[in-house]
């Protein structure tokens, strides 16, 4: 299996991609920790894996809070045995014109997209770097490479995380930590969910037309990328096996942004 033995932790696992991030790195050998600022809804996810012999924990984990982030990481690494593998994950959105957006709102979105990336990442280097070295992968957007309306913030965080990638890749080189950022094009979860009446509201269109004319219309065929389908690039990123690959920003957005 491609992380027999490796520890991974994924945050915002809870749900939506971060959960079958986490089960895919389960089935592929790793032990996985799920760390969720809902708790609860961490162990269970936990719960699922186990009860499929699977090796998990759950993790409460804000990770806007320093010490949780510490504590957590620290948790992660005292429980399975180490920390191969982080998966900076966590993240809301917030759709709002920009003339309307509180300061209260943006620095909200910046400390859980931005701050957490780098309380996370500095939380697991310190692991990584006394070790045998890692990988971390970045979740970010084709929002971190392309705008849209009313996301001034998420399109800020996003574009934020593939600058942060690129430089713990350089200082991570001599310990043997890649770093790189997966780029997904709309993915049909809550998150998501939430957006289309928001939009709709505020663009004064139908739900059917945010979802046809604005999420899905660069796409090539009409299609919501999947969780399968961030799992799995989520998967190959963490198991390649050299510096090959690092820094580097990989879309999956059925073609909705191309490079």
């Given at each position: ?121 500095q939380?697991a ?22 705008a ?12 934020g ?12 080189a ?56 961030v ?12 510096a090959?690959l ?14």
């Amino acid at each position: 299996m491609l992380l027999q033995g490796k520890v991974a932790l994924i945050t915002g696992a809870a749900s939506g991609i971060g959960k079958q991030i986490a089960a895919t790195f389960a089935r592929a050998g790793a032990k996985v920790a799920i760390a969720d600022r809902d708790a609860d809804g961490a162990s269970a996810a936990a719960a699922e894996l186990k009860q499929a012999s699977l090796q998990a924990i759950g993790i409460g984990m804000d990770v806007t809070d320093p010490e949780q982030v510490d504590a957590g990481t620290s948790a992660a690494v005292r429980t399975l045995g180490g920390l191969d593998i982080l998966v900076s994950n966590a993240g809301v959105q917030l759709v709002a014109p920009l003339e309307d957006l509180s300061y209260a709102d943006w620095r909200r979105m910046l400390a859980i997209h931005l701050d957490g990336a780098f309380l996370t990442t500095q939380a697991a280097l310190r692991h990584m770097y006394a070790h045998a070295g890692g990988s971390i992968i970045y979740m970010g957007s084709v929002h971190s490479k392309e705008a849209s309306l009313l996301k001034a913030p998420y399109v800020t965080a996003k574009h934020g995380l593939i600058g942060l990638a690129k430089v713990v890749a350089k200082e991570g080189a001599k310990h043997r930590v890649r770093a790189n950022v997966i780029c997904p094009g709309f993915v049909r979860t809550p998150l998501v969910d939430k957006q289309i009446p928001e939009q709709a509201r505020t663009l004064g269109m139908t739900e059917e037309q945010v979802v046809r004319n604005i999420m899905l219309k660069e796409t090539v065929d009409g299609e919501f990328t999947t969780v399968e389908d961030v799992a799995a690039c989520a998967l190959f990123l963490a198991s390649f096996g050299s510096a090959a690959l690092t820094g580097q920003s990989l879309v999956v957005s059925h073609g909705w942004s191309m490079q």
